[in-house]
């Protein structure tokens, strides 16, 4: 680990003032940014502890009912707080399927949003192909070892995925990310908060240098009955998602009136999935109706060497938390890509 200075910030000016220098990192939970400090990934000069702020850990209902979720509230307190159970359960959901219970104490909600894409190459330095730690040395993972990496929305430079499971439900809830800058704060959309990789991989997020997150906040909740967060993963808790799939929705009986789904583990960002959203939109649940939504969203796939399948893995995710949301029992799910099998294989 490189040596680096670290300054202690009282409140949200301090800390952006402190910031406003090459080289300098705000720290919260640490559990990523220690790491890549720790395996020579990263490199800051100056470390900016904004752990005192207690304007940053708050969470408290907004006035046209929705809720503002402070950056430095850890996600096991977010995951447990009244107000996020029974309001947000998607969210609920997804903060709980992530890392430990360690791990979660912790974290920041913050921190969660700004923890690197997860690929082996990135985090070894002992490759030297990476254009995400050493931008235009090549990407190693293309032809390498490429199981867990992106099928949409990838690019020539970068095939990683973005590991976060909170910023997947985020992502279907249509969240907004405050950030304060040194001259002005302004709001990013949780859809443009993360980036496709295009040219610029080792750009992960549009946070612009030496700003601050300084909130998550939800819209007043609208889709809080019928939700459900999948996660499909090697192992049984503290792996990274191979797929995951977050789902709400409003529903007339059986009839979808209005989907919104996200799916992790499969691109650089939570990837919306909107064809899939306007395929059920007005239909009603049946096998036929998800399994052509789920087609229609990962049309446009294009998976790696080792990863082909996630494309059918996607499917059946999206189509297993869609039935879960709505309250349908999960008995059989066949006839994706001409395949047959049952939804406990998903
Ligand atoms: Fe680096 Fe991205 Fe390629 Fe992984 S996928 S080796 S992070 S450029």
């Not at 929305?153 to 439900?169: F, I, K, L, T, W």
Request: proline share 5%; charged share 15%; with cysteine.
């Amino acid at each position: 680990m490189d040596a680096f200075s670290l300054q202690r910030a009282d409140d949200i000016d301090a800390a952006i003032a402190a910031a406003q220098q090459p080289g300098a990192a705000f720290i919260g939970g640490g559990t990523n940014l220690l790491d890549l400090m720790k395996g020579g990934v990263a490199h800051p000069l100056k470390l900016i502890d904004i752990t005192r702020i207690a304007a940053l850990g708050n969470i408290e209902t907004l006035p046209d009912g929705g809720l503002r979720i402070g950056a430095l509230v850890r996600n096991s307190d977010a995951a447990n707080h009244a107000l996020v159970r029974t309001r947000y359960p998607l969210l609920t959901q997804a903060l709980l399927a992530g890392a430990s219970p360690q791990l979660r104490n912790m974290a920041t909600v913050g921190g969660n949003l700004m923890q690197r894409t997860r690929c082996a190459y990135f985090y070894d330095t002992a490759f030297a192909q990476c254009n995400k730690r050493a931008p235009g040395s090549g990407c190693a993972a293309r032809e390498g070892f490429n199981r867990m990496h992106a099928i949409l929305g990838a690019s020539a430079q970068c095939v990683a995925v973005n590991p976060s499971d909170m910023s997947v439900a985020l992502a279907a809830l249509d969240a907004t990310v405050q950030v304060r800058g040194p001259r002005s704060a302004r709001a990013i959309p949780i859809a443009q908060f993360h980036r496709l990789p295009a040219d610029r991989p080792d750009q992960d997020t549009t946070l612009a240098p030496g700003e601050l997150i300084t909130s998550v906040d939800l819209p007043p909740p609208a889709f809080s009955d019928h939700t459900h967060y999948l996660k499909l993963r090697d192992r049984a808790s503290y792996a990274f998602a191979l797929v995951s799939a977050a789902v709400a929705l409003q529903l007339d009986g059986q009839r979808v009136r209005a989907a919104r789904i996200a799916l992790g583990g499969v691109a650089h960002k939570p990837w919306r999935a909107s064809r899939a959203e306007q395929h059920l939109a007005g239909h009603t649940l049946d096998a036929a109706t998800l399994r052509s939504a789920a087609a229609a969203e990962l049309a446009q796939a294009q998976p790696l060497s080792g990863n082909t399948f996630k494309v059918e893995l996607a499917q059946r995710a999206i189509v297993r938390a869609t039935m879960l949301a709505a309250g349908s029992p999960v008995t059989h799910i066949s006839g994706i890509n001409g395949t047959s099998g049952t939804g406990e294989r998903a």
